[in-house]
């Protein structure tokens, strides 16, 4: 069985000529995890303070930011810094005299809208306010809010728009009314002004002027944004070639900054997989042209290590497949170095179970057809592209389980002859190969019964492999007493099978007990009841009774009770298998007994909802009841301490702006 990849701890001494070179080396290649955590942030320098100010510049001429980084990688030169800033001040010059002319052209415009306001007023404002019946109210309102104020005010007011955009308005009432109009301007957000006594209005050639300033500061708003657009469109690749080396730089400079140094030496020391070692060491020494200094050493060679102060990385190395299910594990916890590595298993349990729950043939293929969009990067769902591969493997076996069911989105007629055609050559040809709905037939209960044993005896070889996985673990680490004695090491194992094959001789085979099974059976779990003080005697701690012999029998009792009911619970658990599988034969036969019942455009609609309605909700519950049945009767077995995941320094982008 594969296990853990081989790690080795490097240790690198690097002259401050060749740091930058060399970290961006290590950035690019993300093999090397730092011993240390280094700090995220940088001090302040110019590099830093380029990549800001490119951010800035980048997200106001509204050039599309960056997704990635794009090869080659590459850190800005003397000639970028400088290029770089000759465009972060035609852009500032663009931007300020943007704001300038923006502001001009709000200031123009409210100045001629406020004299359109007034330019039919022919009396003065005097001659109005001296009404000695009227109340006269001048000022400003959101357009938005003209008709709500109309009304409010109902009969008691007069409005009036003063202008053609109704944000300047007049309201008369009469003197008694004064107060609850002054009431609804306020609710209103009016905003009175203040008119000169005299005023009588504006004079037409000033009303042209400030038209005519209102249509040149337009004009000219509308060339700056057009030559921001030129200067963006012109410049926009090499804005991002520029943003792609500034970013770079800065995540070395803070890598840099974390690092042990003198004044002319840094120091790096990070974990990686063995199989690396020659490629980094000839890539560092043709970096440094022979100026660095490379040690290696084996995890037994670290005193961290040893002492158990640091656990070495593990990292999971698998083909295109399998190594798409490396999240199921690590979203468990990562397994300890050295041990069997469980990817495999994972892959393989994962995709068996999702299909025997979930089987349908079309409904398999839409999940294999959105698998395929995935990995092709032609479907996005909110960052589980990645899964693209698990979506093609639980799709197959969807629909390999739904050929042998005979179902086709919910109908069991298409592939009806089909599988007569299948059974007819072992003997009386049927509808469906493996039929799943219980009927009038004499051999469907029997049938249903056989599938929910086929069904835990999947649990049986899933938990088999558990604790094989387990025992191979302890070895591994040396911890021989838990190999042997733990509830999920050897004894406890062994004692699972024989009531396994116990049980089976007594149903199958017409076996009676006998003694000896009595006493095999009880010397495993005796053994396995005791096993805390077995595995202190083996490992050579004293005293053996930590707490007592009282305390640890009635720990073994206790022991005992648990291992017998979790090793039932862990194979009675696997009959949801056959009840989902059952459950998903009956949802399949309640659509298509609703279509059958409605008209023709009826029964496709019916056909449609039910099919995006199982795949959705069902297809989700399945994966549900999957992973529990991973993480609560598969990893429960070899998942007694998990280790420290293989985390990389690679360079990622995060813009500023």
Known sequence: MARTTTMRLVELMVLKQDIQNVILYLGKEGDFQFQNEVRAESEPNEDRTLFEKLSHVRSFLGIADLEGYQSPLELPTQEDREVCQQLIARAEEIHEKELSLSDTLKRVSEAATEAQSFANLKVSYSELEALSFLTMRIGKIAPSAYDSLVKAVGDRAVILKLGEDGSRIMAACSKNARFALDTELKAHHFVELAVPSDFKGIP????????????????DFEEIQEERRNFALTHEQQFRKLLQAFSLMSQVHAVQDGLESTQ???????????????????????????????????????????????????????????????????????????????????????????????????????????????????????????FGIVFMAIGLSSMIMGIL?????????????????????????????????????????????????????????????????????????????????????????????????????????????????????????????????????????????????????????????????????????????????????????????????????????????????????????????????????????????????????????????
């Not at 094959?501 to 495993?524: K, Q």
């Open 204 to 219: 037409d050639d000033m009303l042209a002027s400030l038209t005519a300033q209102k249509e040149k500061a337009q004009k």
């Open 264 to 386: 002319f030496v840094y120091r790096l020391t990070g974990w990686i997989p063995a199989y690396t070692c020659r490629d980094l060491t000839k890539r560092i020494d043709s970096i440094t042209e022979g100026r660095a200094a490379v040690r290696v050493y084996a995890p037994n060679e670290v005193a961290a290590v040893v002492s158990g102060q640091e656990k070495v990385p593990t990292k999971l190395k698998h083909g295109k497949i399998v190594s798409n299910f490396e999240r199921m594990v690590f979203s468990y916890g990562s397994p300890l170095y050295g041990t069997i590595d469980p990817t495999p298993f994972v892959a393989l349990f994962f995709t068996l179970l999702f299909g025997l729950m979930f089987g349908d043939a079309g409904q398999g293929f839409v999940f294999l057809l959105v698998g395929i969009l995935m990995q092709k990067k032609l479907f996005k769902l909110d960052g589980w592209e990645k």
């Open 405 to 657: 069911t005979g179902e086709v989105f919910a109908n069991a007629e298409l592939l009806a002859p089909f599988s007569r055609w299948v059974t007819g050559f072992f003997g009386t040809p049927r509808d469906q190969i493996l039929p799943m709905m219980p009927s009038g037939d004499s051999q469907s209960i029997t049938r249903m019964f056989m599938f929910f044993g086929f069904a835990v005896g999947v649990g049986f070889i899933i938990n088999t492999t558990g604790l094989v996985i387990n025992i191979f673990n302890q070895f591994a680490l040396k911890h021989y007493g838990k190999a042997l004695f733990a509830k999920t090491g050897l004894t406890g194992a062994c004692f699972f099978w024989y009531v396994v094959v116990f049980a089976l001789r007594l149903a199958f085979f017409g076996h009676s007990p006998a003694l000896y099974d009595w006493i095999i059976m009880g010397t495993l779990l005796l053994l396995t009841a005791f096993g805390e003080p077995l595995i202190r005697l083996v490992e050579g701690e004293r005293p053996i009774f930590e707490d007592g012999l009282g305390t640890a029998i009635i720990s073994a009792v206790v022991e005992l009770i648990e291992i017998i009911s979790s090793y039932l619970s862990n194979t009675v658990s696997f009959l949801r298998v056959g009840a989902f599988s059952l459950a998903h034969a009956v949802l399949g036969y309640i659509i298509e007994t609703l279509c059958a019942m409605a008209p023709a455009w009826g029964g496709v609609l019916i056909s449609i909802v039910g099919n995006a309605i199982v795949v959705v909700l069902e297809g989700m519950v399945v994966s549900i009841q999957v992973i529990r049945l991973q993480y609560y009767e598969f990893f429960s077995k070899f998942f007694n301490e998990t280790g420290r995941e293989f985390k990389p320094f690679v360079f990622e982008y995060h813009s500023v702006a």
